[in-house]
């Protein structure tokens, strides 16, 4: 093996690991799904009805929401989006984490 070739080894096998350590540290735990869940309650149900099942007033339907839009969600919950007013102040990045973990896996993590 030349040096360029092992370079190129070493390079592919840091990016593993470090997407490997970037999908642990973003896979949702059960305990962040409950709290998402009790926040979610509290929070959004209002508007997007509950458990995410939206009553027909024209919310976002969050069952649809894109699994791998994690940063949008984030964004979308922090500065608000057509309707929904901005939260930043009133949740927190961790408790804003427990609900995108709820939207992603709630509904379907509560009934395994």
Same mark, same amino acid.
């Given at each position: $093996?030349?040096?360029?070739?092992? *370079?190129?080894?070493?390079?592919?096998?840091?990016?593993?690991?470090? $997407?490997?350590?970037?999908?642990?540290? /973003? @896979?949702?735990? +059960?305990?962040?799904?409950? @709290?998402g =869940? *009790?926040?979610?309650?509290?929070?959004? =149900?209002?508007?997007? &009805?509950?458990? $995410?099942?939206?009553?027909?007033?024209?919310?976002? /339907?969050? *069952?649809?929401?894109? +699994? &791998?839009? *994690?940063?949008?969600?984030?964004?979308?919950v =922090?500065?608000?989006?057509? =309707? $929904?007013? +901005?939260?930043?102040? %009133?949740?927190?990045?961790?408790?804003? #984490?427990a609900?995108? @973990?709820? %939207?992603?896996?709630g509904?379907?993590?509560? #009934?395994?």
């Amino acid at each position: $093996m030349n040096i360029e070739s092992g *370079r190129a080894a070493a390079c592919v096998l840091i990016c593993l690991v470090g $997407m490997k350590a970037a999908w642990a540290q /973003d @896979a949702p735990t +059960p305990e962040q799904v409950e @709290a998402g =869940s *009790r926040l979610y309650a509290q929070n959004c =149900s209002v508007c997007h &009805g509950p458990r $995410m099942v939206e009553s027909g007033g024209g919310f976002f /339907d969050l *069952r649809t929401f894109p +699994p &791998g839009q *994690r940063l949008r969600f984030f964004n979308s919950v =922090s500065n608000g989006k057509n =309707s $929904m007013p +901005p939260w930043k102040s %009133v949740l927190s990045q961790e408790q804003i #984490g427990a609900l995108w @973990a709820y %939207v992603v896996l709630g509904e379907k993590y509560e #009934g395994q």
